[in-house]
Each structure stands twice: as structure tokens, then as C-alpha cells.
């Protein structure tokens, strides 16, 4: 049972251009929403997060738009660099088996390759 | 330096044969975790602690076996009853369960 979906599972973008991912999610312990990026042969690193008291928040080339009442949020990246090339990963903390601590559930990620 | 120390970052078992993948944290984190990754397969949660000496399943806990005796450390077993291990194994930490996860290098174990 997946309990975070995302989407696509890869995405292929030019140099320049913009790349995005949406993910799809169930019941929420908490408000918080993170994005890792992944190397290969690394350990996933926190990219980008959102607490949804707004519906938007950027740093940088990196934007995560949230949409509460469709439980849906997105990753944009923006002039998408060959730098950029990893799998990204999306992030729920659902509630778990009747718990009110919550854990993050992971959406199956998606392999992204900026062609140059 | 702060962070997460797995170790080995290479493994290799054979048919039938435990082994223990090591986790140790020096963020002061309660909350410690394992992930398995295979390809396509995203981040599957294997166990998780939240305390010492008190652990949780995780979605995949069959064949594997973890402790929490200091809360520095969460080593995770694979025993010889998890009949698919060769993966890539993620430890990684929390604060409190709804913030930021640090995760590990990571050990990739592979059946010979």
C-alpha cells in the first residue's frame, strides 16, 4: 500500500529548462513536507521543506508548492543544471498504525537526468 | 563533526550467514532509523526506535533484527532468514519525528 505517490518515476530535462515533481499523500500526522536529493552511492540530504502555513516557498532555483485541500505538493526546479542530476525523493509524516508521533513516509522517488 | 557513522560502507555475506550493519550518531537525536533501497523501490522503512530500549517494525522488518541499548547506537541484524538482502541499507536520525532526517552513507550488502 503506497502511501506517498510520486511522480514520474524519471525525468529527463535540458539544460535551462524546468523540472517537476508531484507527489500525492494520505492522512498527515504533522504539517511538514521535505524533499531529499540523492546521489549515487550517497545517503539522501534534506533539499528543500515546507510547514504549510503557506502554500509556497522557494529557495533559491528550488520551489515547493503545496495544495492542502488536494493533499498534493510538487518540487520545481528551475534552469535545471547537469548538477542537478539525482533522485529526489518526497516525504510525508503519516500517521502510523494509530500513533500521534507520525514517521516519514517516502514516495518511491524519482531518477532525474539534465541533459547539457 | 556531527553526523552519522555507518559502517562497513562495503559488505558481503554468505548463503545462510548473520550479519550486523553498525549506526552510530553523534547528533543527540532520539529518534534512529533504517531504510532498505532497491532500485524502483524508493526508501522502505525496516525498523525504527524512538527510545532506548524500545523499538518499532517498520514495513519490511521480516529476516532483520535491530537493538537500542544506548542512544547512540542502532545496529541492525540481517539474518539468514531474510532470503533477498543484497541492497543498500540507510540509517538516519531524527530530532523529534516530524522534523528533518540526517541519514548515513550508507552500506551496500551483496549475497556471494
Known amino acids: 500500500q503506497q502511501q506517498v505517490k510520486q511522480s514520474p518515476q524519471s525525468l529527463i530535462v535540458q539544460k535551462g529548462g524546468i523540472s517537476i515533481i508531484n507527489c500525492a499523500y494520505e492522512n498527515t500526522a504533522f504539517d511538514y513536507f521535505p524533499w531529499y536529493q540523492q546521489f549515487p552511492g550517497k545517503g539522501p540530504a534534506l533539499l528543500i521543506a515546507i510547514r504549510p502555513d503557506v502554500s509556497e516557498k522557494k529557495e533559491g532555483r528550488f520551489t515547493i508548492s503545496f495544495n492542502k485541500s488536494a493533499k498534493q505538493f510538487s518540487l520545481h526546479i528551475m534552469d535545471s543544471q547537469p548538477g542537478d542530476s539525482a533522485t529526489y525523493f518526497c516525504a510525508a509524516p503519516l500517521t502510523d498504525r494509530g500513533s500521534t508521533l507520525g514517521r516519514l513516509y517516502f514516495g518511491r522517488g524519482t531518477q532525474l537526468t539534465v541533459w547539457p | 563533526d556531527g553526523g552519522i557513522t555507518q559502517s562497513p560502507k562495503y559488505l558481503f555475506r554468505k548463503e545462510g550467514q548473520n550479519v550486523t550493519l553498525s549506526c552510530e550518531q553523534n547528533l543527540n537525536h532520539d529518534a534512529m532509523y533504517w531504510y532498505r533501497q532497491d532500485p524502483g523501490q524508493g526508501l522502505r522503512l525496516i525498523y525504527y526506535s524512538q527510545i532506548v530500549n524500545d523499538f518499532q517494525k517498520g514495513d519490511i522488518a521480516e529476516g532483520y533484527s535491530v537493538s537500542r541499548e544506548k542512544k547512540e547506537s542502532f545496529p541492525l541484524t540481517v539474518t539468514s532468514a531474510q532470503k533477498n538482502p543484497t541492497a543498500f541499507y540507510l540509517c538516519?536520525?531524527?530530532?523529534?519525528?516530524?522534523?528533518?532526517?540526517?541519514f548515513g552513507q550508507g552500506t551496500r550488502l551483496t549475497v556471494v
Open positions: 538516519a536520525t531524527t530530532h523529534y519525528p516530524n522534523t528533518e532526517a540526517f
